[in-house]
């Protein structure tokens, strides 16, 4: 079942490992099956050096185990979750990168402080609020999830592919699980360039026109960066 989606959640899980960005089991990624409504994630635990294609785990969208003989990752209800409220979304990263992580134990969101930032995320990317002891006790990660979603009430997840949970780490997404673990390497770099700016300068924000030209520029009717496909009759 879902051979291929299979394939390309190990990759994925295999490429966030060796970009550096996760030690150890302390990351996941995951894929969803728009169609069949199945989600494939990463077994719970398992060293990324170990895992194999017929580890992943199949779920529907209510975290039932439809296909797998090990347990699914704790964070699965997290990415369920997401995938529920998210439709653009076919896939999520989850890490516990240093530069990240660090915006996100300190509860700041990362500001917009370059082209770099802008090229990938439209405005600054935020951090929720924390949880509260009762959200924490019951359905810990089914409340991650949702407070994610909430914090997103305002904002579009297409244009802004991640968020630091308070005191947690980041989540990012993207259209599949590759484009998710790109978006977790963007989101570190830029998570270190902000703390070294603002090591320098304070915050320094973007101009807004600049903010727009860049993220504008490869996203969306008007983009003009990179290769165009050449009509060949």
């Given at each position: 079942m879902l051979i291929k989606l299979k394939e390309e959640v190990l990759e994925a899980n295999i490429t966030l490992f060796k970009s550096g960005l996760v030690l150890h089991t302390w990351g996941n990624v995951s894929g969803i099956d728009r169609e069949n409504l199945?989600?494939?994630?990463?077994?719970?635990?398992?060293?990324?050096?170990?895992?194999?294609?017929?580890?992943?785990?199949v779920l529907d969208l209510e975290g039932n185990i439809i296909e797998g003989e090990l347990l699914p990752s704790s964070d699965?209800?997290?990415?369920?979750?997401?995938?529920?409220?998210?439709p653009c979304i076919g896939g999520i990263a989850h890490t516990h990168s240093t530069h990240a992580t660090a915006w996100a134990q300190a509860g700041r969101s990362i500001p917009a402080m370059g082209t770099s930032h802008a090229d990938h995320?439209?405005?600054?990317?935020?951090?929720?609020?924390?949880?509260?002891?009762?959200?924490?006790?019951g359905n810990?990660?089914?409340?991650?999830?949702?407070?994610?979603?909430?914090t997103f009430k305002n904002i579009d997840?297409?244009?802004?592919?991640?968020?630091?949970?308070?005191?947690?780490?980041?989540?990012?997404?993207?259209n599949n699980p590759g484009e998710a673990v790109f978006n977790a390497t963007v989101?570190?770099?830029?998570?270190?360039?902000?703390?070294?700016?603002?090591?320098?300068?304070?915050?320094?924000?973007?101009?807004?026109?600049?903010?727009?030209?860049?993220?504008l520029r490869k996203h969306g009717r008007d983009t003009y960066y990179g290769q165009k496909k050449k009509n060949h009759e």
């Amino acid at each position: 079942m879902l051979i291929k989606l299979k394939e390309e959640v190990l990759e994925a899980n295999i490429t966030l490992f060796k970009s550096g960005l996760v030690l150890h089991t302390w990351g996941n990624v995951s894929g969803i099956d728009r169609e069949n409504l199945l989600m494939v994630v990463k077994p719970s635990g398992v060293g990324y050096d170990k895992m194999k294609t017929n580890d992943m785990v199949v779920l529907d969208l209510e975290g039932n185990i439809i296909e797998g003989e090990l347990l699914p990752s704790s964070d699965a209800p997290v990415h369920l979750e997401l995938y529920k409220n998210f439709p653009c979304i076919g896939g999520i990263a989850h890490t516990h990168s240093t530069h990240a992580t660090a915006w996100a134990q300190a509860g700041r969101s990362i500001p917009a402080m370059g082209t770099s930032h802008a090229d990938h995320f439209y405005g600054d990317i935020p951090c929720t609020r924390k949880l509260s002891s009762e959200e924490t006790a019951g359905n810990y990660e089914k409340n991650t999830g949702r407070l994610i979603v909430d914090t997103f009430k305002n904002i579009d997840a297409s244009s802004v592919p991640g968020v630091l949970v308070n005191d947690h780490g980041p989540f990012t997404w993207g259209n599949n699980p590759g484009e998710a673990v790109f978006n977790a390497t963007v989101l570190e770099e830029v998570a270190r360039m902000a703390i070294l700016t603002h090591a320098i300068s304070g915050y320094d924000i973007i101009d807004k026109h600049l903010l727009d030209k860049h993220y504008l520029r490869k996203h969306g009717r008007d983009t003009y960066y990179g290769q165009k496909k050449k009509n060949h009759e």
